[in-house]
């Protein structure tokens, strides 16, 4: 999986680099992320600005990381959605929990640091 973790000041951008979320990747993409959070980060970006299909696994795993970082006292946010993303995640509810901003810099930003 080709993935990328950087960090902004106290945020920390996990960047994925497949045109594609689907279930075979899961695995990588979910044990970087909950890594993080389990690590302490308490703001948490994902960039899926190369990203243009995810299928219903990739969504269902997104609000579950959205869970971890709530019930751990922190935030994760989206940066980057493209369209045909941003219809999956309103046909499935999940734009109702997870905060979508259009680029990385503007996610970062909404954090106030």
Do not use: W
Not at 69 to 78: D, E, F, N, W
Not at 95 to 109: G, K, T, Y
């Amino acid at each position: 999986m080709n993935l990328t973790i950087s960090h902004v000041g106290e945020v920390s951008v996990v960047r994925v680099g497949e045109a594609r979320l689907m279930y075979p990747l899961l695995s990588d993409f979910a044990g970087a992320v909950a890594g993080l959070i389990t690590a302490g980060e308490k703001k948490v970006v994902i960039d899926l600005g190369g990203v243009n299909y995810v299928d219903s696994a990739s969504i269902g795993c997104l609000m579950d990381l959205y869970r971890q970082a709530t019930t751990s006292g922190g935030t994760l946010k989206l940066a980057g959605v493209q369209k045909r993303v941003e219809t999956m995640l309103s046909m499935t509810g999940a734009q109702n929990f997870l905060e979508i901003h259009p680029d990385q810099a503007s996610a970062v930003r909404s954090f106030g640091g």
